[in-house]
């Protein structure tokens, strides 16, 4: 009994160690690590869903990335269903509220093929959370693996009083089993409860960020000649937001205090790093970026 003991823990400290040598010995990021920015559309709606206490109408993009690092294709987001361009009903009211770009170019496929991706080609599938206009296509992916924040896909299926607006259950319920089948996940997963650096190189930092949705999360990218750059996701709306510490309406921030958490997380990033900050749904700033099949490397 004392001696299997004695053993467990020696095993114990040995993985500790470990942890510690990786932890010091990360490997160096890579020479050839590039970032696409695409838009699935864009989306025309009260200002003031983005921004507590502005009025009128703003057209804002629907951003999503693909990072090419030598371990694998990343994507951040997926952008609108493909299926509203047929059949605007999948969204219900969705479609009136938020007025999507519905023309075939739109299409995710089309989209990737700029830069001849196809989405099998895709390893990781990040989701910044799993509203309709970020996880819209998870079932074109069914290859990929998908990175997520186990308290996002637990709200996805049953959100908080007040919080089901933006969730569309039938984007992400081809990740869900089968009847009978003891596992949840019918696709390949990485379900997170933090932070993750999904290479092990400093090249793809996953952040939790408790703040627009239980389970939000936003990625840093280290890139070889440009530096870092920060994708937002909707933890930060706007520049100006981030600028004036500026919340959205209550429908958009779950977690008030944890979104202004997640500012001073990203102001932090970009002061230290000299980090570039491209918000998915700016519509000034994200105009003014290289967009695929121009890159960023
Ligand atoms: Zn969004």
């Known amino acids: 009994m004392r001696a299997s003991l004695a053993r467990i ?18 490997a160096d990021p890579p020479k050839d690590v590039k970032l696409y920015v695409f838009s699935s559309g864009g989306l025309t709606l009260d200002k003031s869903i983005l921004q507590n206490g502005s009025s009128g109408k703003v057209t804002i993009p629907v951003g999503f990335f693909l990072i090419r690092h030598p371990k694998g294709d990343v994507l951040f987001d997926c952008g609108n269903n493909d299926r509203i361009i047929t059949n605007p009903d999948y969204w219900g009211p969705l479609i009136g509220g938020l007025d999507p770009v519905r023309t075939p170019d739109v299409a995710i496929d089309t989209q990737l093929a700029k830069i001849n991706v196809r989405p099998a080609d895709v390893k990781y599938v990040v989701l910044g959370h799993f509203h309709a206009d970020h996880a819209g296509n998870i079932g074109k992916f069914m290859d990929s693996t998908f990175v997520y924040q186990r308290d996002e896909i637990k709200s996805a299926f049953w959100p908080a009083p007040g919080f089901a607006t933006f969730y569309i259950s039938g984007d992400f319920e081809p990740m869900r089993s089968g009847i009978a089948v003891g596992m949840p996940n019918k696709v390949k997963v990485i379900e997170l409860e933090g932070d993750l650096d999904l290479f092990g190189d400093h090249s793809v930092y996953i952040h939790r960020a408790v703040s627009h949705t239980p389970g939000s999360q936003l990625v840093v990218v280290r890139l070889p000649k440009t530096g870092t750059v920060v994708l937002t996701g909707d933890a930060i709306y706007l520049q100006e937001n ?3 510490n500026l919340l959205p309406s209550i429908g958009s921030v779950y977690n008030p205090p944890g979104m202004l958490d997640a500012y001073a997380w990203v102001r932090r990033v970009r002061d230290l790093e000299g980090a570039d900050v491209i918000f998915s749904h700016d519509p000034d700033t994200f105009k003014a970026k290289k967009h695929a099949p121009e890159y960023y490397d």
């Open 9 to 26: 823990l020696f095993r114990g400290s040995i993985a500790a160690t470990a942890m510690i040598a990786t932890a010091v010995h990360a």
């Open 242 to 244: 981030l600028d004036k």
